[in-house]
């Protein structure tokens, strides 16, 4: 029964669909595939939910994009573009279909991890992660992002953010062993509703007023 229904749900959905890896889970089987994190999806996003208002904001007037990826792009077409992922996640977050999707790539003879998110299959978090690096190397990928979006001198800080006029975001995290540089993308109307019910519903668990948590998603959005 259980290959039965694996071959009907591989030939209407795909084998990386949300679907496939449920079926192993519901039958006690581990997924068939790597995964591209193995702690909870929530620490891949509090750092937008929630902001350390320590961490700095830089505004940049260039249009901040994942790689040379749409806003509109969906998991297939990802799939269909780059080929089979390294690693796939698929499950459900606050009663949200979250799909990533990882690919290993070398940019500027540097090796990194790309991971592409997906909630309901509309795209809202790109991620690079570098994870052999020295310190030469994370001083030039600091100095590559802050001189196409700020063009401006700035002293090396370990976490910053990166807001454009649309309100996506990037945020930089170096903790000397491993950078990760997030992309927040909210400019597609579908992404924005996704972030704002991941919002709405952390704030309200974290605070229970309604005042704060409407200011705080107009700060957000």
Do not use: W
């Not at 052999?132 to 994370?138: F, G, P």
């Not at 454009?164 to 909210?186: C, P, R």
């Amino acid at each position: 029964m259980f290959k039965i229904k694996m071959f009907f749900i591989k030939l209407i959905h795909g084998e990386y669909s949300f679907q496939y890896v449920d079926l192993f889970r519901q039958n006690g089987f581990r997924s068939p595939f790597l995964r591209c994190i193995k702690d909870e999806f929530f620490f891949h996003i509090i750092m937008f939910l929630k902001k350390d208002p320590k961490v700095k904001v830089f505004e940049t007037s260039e249009i901040i994009q994942f790689g040379n990826t749409s806003e509109s792009l969906t998991s297939q077409e990802l799939l269909k573009t780059k080929g089979l992922p390294f690693c796939f996640n698929a499950f459900l977050y606050d009663e949200t279909e979250i799909t990533l999707i990882g690919y290993h790539e070398t940019i500027q003879k540097t090796k990194l991890k790309s991971v592409y998110v997906f909630a309901n299959d509309v795209f809202i978090l790109g991620e690079y992660s570098f994870t052999d690096v020295d310190k030469v190397d994370s001083l030039e990928i600091f100095k590559t992002l802050i001189k196409k979006y700020i063009n401006e001198s700035t002293e090396n800080i370990d976490r910053f953010f990166i807001k454009d006029k649309d309100k996506n975001q990037i945020y930089f995290a170096d903790n000397g062993f491993e950078i990760s540089i997030k992309y927040f993308l909210v400019k597609n109307p579908k992404a924005k509703d996704v972030y704002t019910n991941f919002a709405n519903s952390f704030l309200k668990s974290d605070e229970n007023n309604s005042k704060i948590i409407e200011s705080k998603l107009t700060e957000m959005f």
